[in-house]
C-alpha cells in the first residue's frame, strides 16, 4: 500500500476521532444524536464541527489522490502532499478545538492548497 492510501484511509477516520471528543461529553444521547449534537455548545460544538468539516474535506482529497496516481504523477510527490494534508488537518482540528478561528481559516486553506496541488498532478 502506498503512502497516499494510508493517509487517505487516516483522512477517512478522522471525523470519528473528533465526533468522539463531542460524545465524550455528559449527556449524550444516542437515541438522538444529531438534536443532542445540534444543542451543544463551546468544546463539544467545536469538535462536532470539526467532525463535519472532516468529512467535507474527505472527498476532494480523495479524489485528488486518486485522480494523481491515475496520471502517473511522481507517487513520492502524491505520498508527499497527502502527508502534508493530514499534517494540516490534524492541527486544523486542535486549533477548532482550540477556537483559534483566524488561524483554523488560514490552516484550512493550506489544507485545500494542498487538495489542489494533487489535483494539478492529474493535467
Not at 56 to 73: C, R, W
Request: glycine fraction near 4%.
Amino acid at each position: 500500500m502506498q503512502i497516499a492510501h494510508t493517509m487517505v484511509l487516516i483522512a477517512a477516520l478522522l471525523p470519528y476521532a473528533t465526533v468522539g471528543a463531542a460524545k465524550a461529553t455528559k449527556g449524550y444521547d444516542n437515541a438522538n444524536p444529531r438534536a443532542w449534537m445540534a444543542k451543544l455548545d463551546g468544546l463539544p460544538a467545536r469538535a462536532a464541527a470539526a467532525h463535519s468539516n472532516h468529512f467535507e474535506a474527505f472527498a476532494p482529497f480523495a479524489a485528488a489522490v486518486i485522480l494523481a496516481e491515475m496520471a502517473q504523477a511522481p507517487q513520492d510527490q502524491i505520498n508527499l502532499f497527502a502527508m502534508i494534508f493530514i499534517a494540516i488537518r490534524v492541527l486544523y482540528t486542535a486549533i477548532y478545538l482550540a477556537n483559534i478561528a483566524a488561524l483554523r481559516s488560514v490552516v484550512w486553506m493550506a489544507g485545500i492548497a494542498c487538495v489542489i496541488r494533487l489535483f494539478a498532478f492529474a493535467v
